[in-house]
């Protein structure tokens, strides 16, 4: 049987699999040694516990774990609240400002803890229902959550970066910076839409007169100060080359889970364990998904599947930008079926060498990546902050929330657009603080 129809039967297989609801890492696991088996017969088995153990053998991946229990200590703990209430003191006069301090706090937690459902989550517990109470329509109130969440995988520190760094051995503390300047762009188009909207629509959440005053304003700094020092400290480590992403996020992972105890009196056994116990869950799933990709791309290569495919659009000849819409369409169809992880896993192997013949950079394409990835989290059938937000304000039908989230769907697929045309957005700041990527 021939490369091309092997590479038919497993994409039919793997978006069998991936629909039908099945664990990824055992789905992308089973598939992975079945046709290794049909193909190439009992004797490659014997490389599968070497290839599963090797996906996992590398110091970066210490990184995951960490960031994930900054995310876990600072989800566990009042501190969405209490930084949502800062900035909703601050931004009260603006057009729609309780959104805007939605939307900014989603960017400030995304820094903090690298995961967009735990972004949404945090932020949505406090800002759902404060913003229902205050009149904003649902759809804004729930759009905009679900919207900001997806900022958590863009800004850094980053579970999608490291990832896709590890994936394609690009340069993850490279990849985090490259996020910062899209991540404030992509802020600032959601904010910029929001107060558009709302002063279209003529609503106001405060009465004419209200005001907070400067003691008011100033007393919700100084529980969220050391938290925002935390991110400030973590992204000069980061970008100063004082330490790698792994030591920066276990420092950081520290200092998290000291404040969380310290700030928010969280003594308890029971709630200290509550958060090692999320960190381990989440933890454990991404890693595994990680050591069945690495096996499933080990299958795909063996067969001569993924050479097959990149000769395939190189032979073609497209035009390059016809190539990266070509791309990112698939990107994006990925997204509403699959959850980030498997998909950045799955398709990074095969189309890192697609895209640096093309002459794109990868650093940069890592950024147009997560932004795909960030759109397939709103959108149905799997948009997975749009049934975190459900569950928030399960009164709020789930298609009142997908139209709320379509303006955001629209500023996102614009700052793709943004992006291609203007690259540096992306590439200036890694390039001016690293030097430029020397490409292989």
């Known amino acids: 049987m021939n490369p091309s129809m092997q590479g038919a039967i497993v994409l039919v297989t793997t978006l069998f699999m991936l629909l039908s609801g099945i664990p990824v890492a055992f789905g992308l696991g089973a598939i992975a040694i079945i046709f290794l088996l049909l193909f190439q017969g009992a004797d490659s088995l014997h490389i599968v516990a070497e290839t599963f153990y090797s996906g996992l053998d590398d110091f970066t991946l210490v990184a995951i774990p960490m960031f994930v229990m900054m995310g876990a200590a600072i989800g566990s703990s009042p501190a969405g609240k209490d930084l949502y209430e800062a900035l909703d003191r601050w931004l009260y006069r603006v057009p729609g400002g309780l959104v805007v301090s939605n939307l900014g706090a989603c960017a400030i937690f995304a820094a903090l803890t690298g995961s967009s459902p735990a972004c949404c989550a945090a932020i949505g517990k406090m800002g759902i229902p404060e913003m229902r109470r205050r009149g904003y329509p649902d759809e804004v109130a729930t759009g905009s959550i679900c919207a900001g969440g997806t900022l958590g995988i863009l800004i850094p520190p980053s579970v999608t970066f490291i990832l896709y760094g590890i994936a394609t051995e690009t340069s993850i503390g490279r990849l985090f910076i490259a996020g910062v300047v899209p991540g404030l762009m992509l802020t600032a188009m959601f904010m910029a839409w929001t107060v558009f909207a709302i002063w279209r629509s003529g609503f106001r959440s405060h009465a004419p007169g209200f005001r907070y005053s400067w003691k008011e304003k ?43 105890i310290v700030i928010y009196r969280l003594w308890r056994p029971g709630q200290i364990w509550h958060i090692l116990r999320d960190t381990m869950r989440e933890s454990v799933m991404i890693l595994t998904i990680i050591a069945a990709a690495v096996l499933f791309g080990y299958m795909l290569t063996s067969l001569y599947l993924t050479q097959t495919l ?59 990546l997560t932004i795909n990835m960030e759109i397939g989290l709103i959108h149905p059938p799997v948009g997975l902050n749009i049934y975190i937000v459900n569950a928030i304000a399960p009164d709020v039908p789930v298609t009142k929330v997908m139209w709320g989230t379509l303006p955001y769907v629209i500023c996102m697929m614009l700052a793709i657009v943004i992006l291609c045309i203007f690259p540096e957005i992306a590439t200036w700041l890694p390039d001016h603080l690293m030097g430029p990527l020397v490409h292989k």
């Open 310 to 368: 990149a000769q395939a659009i190189a032979d073609a000849h497209f035009n390059r930008w016809v190539l990266m819409g070509m791309i990112n369409l698939f990107l994006l169809v990925c997204g509403f079926f699959i959850p980030p992880a498997a998909i950045i896993l799955m398709t990074s192997p095969i189309l890192l060498p697609i895209i640096t013949a093309a002459g794109f950079d990868p650093v940069w394409f890592g950024v147009i």
């Open 218 to 260: 100033f007393e919700s700094v100084p529980k969220v100060a050391p938290f925002l020092a935390i991110v400030l400290g973590v992204m000069y480590v980061l970008y100063g080359g004082v330490a790698t992403p792994s030591e920066a996020a276990g420092v950081g992972a520290a200092f998290c889970l000291v404040l969380a």
